[in-house]
C-alpha cells in the first residue's frame, strides 16, 4: 500500500478529471439544450468510447511493456517502444477517422438514434472523429509516463485539459448556442492541448527520462512490435467485446426514444465514476507488477493483486450506499427532466451491482 496509494493518487485525479470531462458536455448540454442533446450526447459519447478500444488496449500493453524493460534494467530498448508504440497507434487512429467518417451515417442508424436527436448526434460524433487523433495521441503520452512511473505529469495534462473543456463548453454551449457540436469541439481542443503539452514534455525531457527517442525509434521493427501486438491484442479485445456489447445495448435501449437513451447516459457516466476508483488502483498495480516481472520478484505479484482489491471493495460499497440513499441528488446532477429522472430511478440496483463487481 505504501507504494501503490502514492502511485494511485494522481492517477485517480487523473481518472476523475477524466469523467468530470466527459460528465461536462453532458451537464451543460443536459440543462441547456434538454434532453434531445443530452441523448445526443451520450449516443456520441457511446461511439467514441467504441473507437478508442484500440487506444486503451495496446496503451496499456505499452505501459506494461515499458514498466517489464524497466524492471529488467533495459532501458535501452525504451525509446525504440514509445516510437513504434506512436506509429501503431497513430496510424490507426487515422484509418478509424477515414473509416468512421465515410460511414457515420451508418453508425448513428445502427445505434437507433431517436429522430429527434439524429441532428445533434451527427454534430457530435463528426467533430468527436475529426480529434480522435488527439485523444489517441494522449492515451500514448500517459500510457509512456505511467509505465516510468510517472503518474503526475498526466494528471497535470488532463488537469488542463478539463479545465480547457469546462471554459469552452460554457461559451460555446451556454453563451454561442453552438449545442452538440459546441461540446464536442470543447472536448476535441481540450484533449488537443492535452497531447501537444505531453509530447512536448516528453521530447524535451528525454535524458531526464532516460530515453532517447530519434527518427529511427518510429520505424516499425518487428522485434518491438511483436511484444506489443501479443500482449495489446487481448487488451483491445477485451477492452471492444465489452464496448461492442454494450453498443449493442445502448442500440436496443435508443429504439425505446429519448427519455431511455438519456437514462442510459446517466447509467454510463455513473459507471464511469465507479470505473475511475478502480482503474487508477488497477492501472498502479499493472505497472508494479510489470516491474516486479521484469525484475524477476514473482512472490511479489500476489501481494500486489491482494493489496489492490482490499482497496477498491470498500470504496465501491460507499457509492453504492450513496446512490441507493441519495438517487434523486445524484440523478439531479444531469438533468432537471422528471421524465428523465423517473426513468433513471429503475436502473439503481443494475448500478449498485456494476460498482461492486468494478471492484
Not at 87 to 116: D, G, H, Q, W, Y
Request: hydrophobic share 55%.
Amino acid at each position: 500500500p505504501k507504494k501503490m496509494l502514492p502511485f494511485a493518487a494522481p492517477l485517480f485525479l487523473s481518472n476523475l478529471l477524466q469523467a468530470v470531462y466527459n460528465m461536462v458536455d453532458m451537464i451543460i448540454v443536459g440543462q441547456v439544450v434538454g434532453k434531445n442533446g443530452l441523448s445526443a450526447v451520450s449516443i456520441g459519447g457511446d461511439v467514441l468510447t467504441m473507437l478508442t478500444f484500440l487506444a486503451m488496449g495496446f496503451s496499456n500493453a505499452g505501459q506494461i511493456s515499458i514498466a517489464q524493460n524497466i524492471g529488467a534494467g533495459r532501458k535501452e530498448r525504451i525509446g525504440m517502444i514509445i516510437g513504434n508504440l506512436f506509429t501503431l497507434l497513430l496510424s490507426a487512429a487515422l484509418i478509424l477517422s477515414v473509416i468512421c467518417f465515410s460511414s457515420r451515417k451508418l453508425i448513428l442508424t445502427l445505434m437507433n438514434a431517436p429522430p429527434e436527436t439524429w441532428d445533434y448526434a451527427m454534430a457530435y460524433v463528426t467533430t468527436c472523429i475529426f480529434g480522435l487523433i488527439f485523444i489517441y495521441g494522449y492515451n500514448i503520452v500517459s500510457a509512456v509516463l505511467r509505465g516510468m512511473g510517472d503518474s503526475k505529469h498526466p494528471f497535470y495534462f488532463i488537469a488542463t485539459a478539463a479545465l480547457i473543456n469546462l471554459i469552452l463548453d460554457i461559451i460555446f454551449v451556454s453563451v454561442f448556442h453552438m449545442a452538440t457540436f459546441g461540446a464536442a469541439l470543447a472536448t476535441i481542443i481540450g484533449q488537443g492541448v492535452s497531447f501537444i503539452w505531453g509530447m512536448l514534455f516528453l521530447i524535451r525531457n528525454q535524458r531526464l527520462l532516460g530515453i532517447q527517442l530519434t527518427k529511427d525509434c518510429f520505424r516499425p521493427k518487428r522485434e518491438i512490435l511483436g511484444p506489443l501486438v501479443r500482449l495489446g491484442f487481448p487488451m483491445a479485445l477485451k477492452s471492444a467485446s465489452v464496448t461492442f456489447s454494450k453498443l449493442f445495448v445502448d442500440a436496443w435501449i435508443n429504439s425505446f426514444g429519448v427519455v431511455a437513451s438519456s437514462a442510459s447516459g446517466i447509467e454510463s457516466k455513473l459507471n464511469q465514476i465507479s470505473n475511475l476508483f478502480a482503474n487508477a488502483i488497477n492501472v498502479s498495480g499493472s505497472s508494479m507488477i510489470g516491474q516486479n516481472i521484469g525484475a524477476e520478484k514473482f512472490e511479489r505479484v500476489p501481494k500486489v493483486m491482494k493489496t489492490a482489491w482490499m482497496i477498491n471493495f470498500p470504496i465501491a460499497v460507499i457509492l453504492s450506499c450513496i446512490l441507493a440513499l441519495f438517487p434523486r441528488l445524484v440523478f439531479g446532477i444531469f438533468t432537471s427532466d422528471g421524465d428523465v429522472i423517473a426513468a433513471s430511478m429503475s436502473i439503481i440496483p443494475l448500478l449498485i451491482l456494476i460498482f461492486l463487481s468494478t471492484s
